[in-house]
């Protein structure tokens, strides 16, 4: 079955600063990969997903890269600000009828002012 | 529009109890994803349901668990015989078509 792995574990950032958060995959059937934000407390919350047919895309501060070759995929989160703090979660699945997320052990990260 | 609802938010079982985790999806979604979270760990997939029916269980464990998503009224997780390894955090999902899961603020469930 899909393996996800995520590094790092935790991010400290200057506000301002560029963050990036990278993930691998192990199935190369997989051909949806979401990324999610979770706030202490909360459920996590889908802020930007890419599908195998599109390498990059950006959604104003954010943006996600996929190398399907390399089985790779990125969140880059641009000028970052104190409230970007959360653990980031990535996740891949195959749209097969229905999403079976497969989720990576979360990215902690801290913006500092 | 609602957002997916789950409750209790936080539930305290004591060993050999039931635990019963309820979800109601936002309007109009006929699909529930039930997803479990130990501590500092990414969520983990454990049963994908339509309207009255069970699609995928394979990550919910064999014994003990089991769920429901009724024609009416709110998809239920059920626990029974609860023991200290099943304290996590329980999140349910919904998605009006089989993509784009909206996921709900949780169940802490602590088993003493």
């Known amino acids: 079955g899909e393996n996800v792995e995520q590094h790092p574990s935790t991010l400290s950032v200057q506000e301002g600063d560029s963050a990036v958060i990278k993930c691998t995959y192990s199935?190369?059937?997989?051909?949806?990969f979401p990324w999610y934000k979770q706030e202490l407390g909360k459920g996590p919350q889908l802020i930007i997903d890419?599908?195998?047919?599109?390498g990059e895309k950006k959604d104003q501060r954010i943006a996600v890269t996929l190398n399907k070759t390399a089985k790779h995929f990125s969140l880059h989160i641009t000028e970052t600000q104190p409230e970007d703090s959360a653990v980031y979660f990535c996740?891949?699945?195959?749209?097969?009828?229905?999403?079976?997320?497969?989720f990576g052990t979360g990215t902690r990260l801290l913006v500092s002012p | 529009n609602a957002g997916v609802m789950q409750n209790p938010r936080h539930l305290v079982r004591r060993r050999g109890q039931e635990a019963r985790l309820r979800c109601s999806p936002m309007?109009?979604?006929?699909?529930v994803y039930w997803y479990r979270q130990l501590p500092e760990e990414g969520l983990k997939f454990m049963v994908y349901?339509?309207?009255?029916?069970?699609?995928?269980e394979s990550g919910m464990p064999k014994e003990r668990f089991s769920a429901e998503f009724p024609k009416e009224g709110p998809s239920i997780l059920r626990i029974q015989q609860v023991v200290r390894g099943d304290s996590a955090a329980y999140f349910c999902?919904?998605?009006?078509?089989?993509?784009?899961?909206?996921f709900g603020p949780g169940t802490r469930l602590t088993v003493l």
């Open positions: 349901l339509q309207k009255e029916n069970i699609i995928d």
């Open positions: 890419i599908r195998s047919n599109v």
């Open positions: 309007k109009g979604h006929s699909h």
């Open positions: 996740a891949a699945t195959m749209n097969t009828g229905f999403q079976k997320l497969v």
């Open positions: 199935d190369s059937a997989s051909n949806y």
């Open positions: 999902a919904s998605s009006p078509s089989p993509n784009e899961q909206f």
